[in-house]
């Protein structure tokens, strides 16, 4: 079963760090562009940051200077170092490609995959 597992979220005070990771699962040969976005209670999905699979970075105007997106591409695996938490953060981090590709018999498929979300929690 082709997947993405998210790994890494907690409870963190404000000023403190995570790092977020995101593992691709399940025979995925090829990741295309990776993103993290987040929900946070009663709002929408919102794109945090993407990183295509030439490393191309793009981030939301409240996370630049403090969020940094990477990937590896043999591991195929991608993370979300997070610096200077705020309050604000808070949400359930969502990991996601859009194209993910795999084989299957004989054949080979892409389709958009999103991971199962990991809660980041910023409090005192």
């Known amino acids: 079963q082709v997947q993405l597992v998210e790994s890494g979220g907690g409870l963190v005070q404000p000023g403190g760090s995570l790092r977020l990771s995101c593992a691709a699962s399940?025979?995925?040969?090829?990741?295309?562009?990776m993103g993290w976005y987040r929900q946070a209670p009663g709002k929408q999905r919102d794109m945090v940051a993407t990183?295509?699979?030439?490393?191309?970075?793009n981030y939301a105007d409240s996370v630049k200077g403090r969020f940094t997106i990477s990937r590896d591409n043999a591991k195929k695996m991608v993370y979300l170092q997070m610096n200077s938490l705020k309050p604000e953060d808070t949400a359930v981090y969502y990991c996601?490609?859009?194209?993910?590709?795999?084989?299957?018999?004989?054949?080979?498929?892409?389709?958009?995959?999103w991971g199962q979300g990991t809660l980041v929690t910023v409090s005192s």
């Open positions: 996601k490609t859009d194209r993910a590709t795999y084989k299957s018999g004989l054949a080979f498929f892409d389709r958009e995959l």
């Open positions: 399940g025979g995925i040969l090829r990741l295309n562009t």
């Open positions: 990183i295509t699979s030439s490393g191309n970075t």
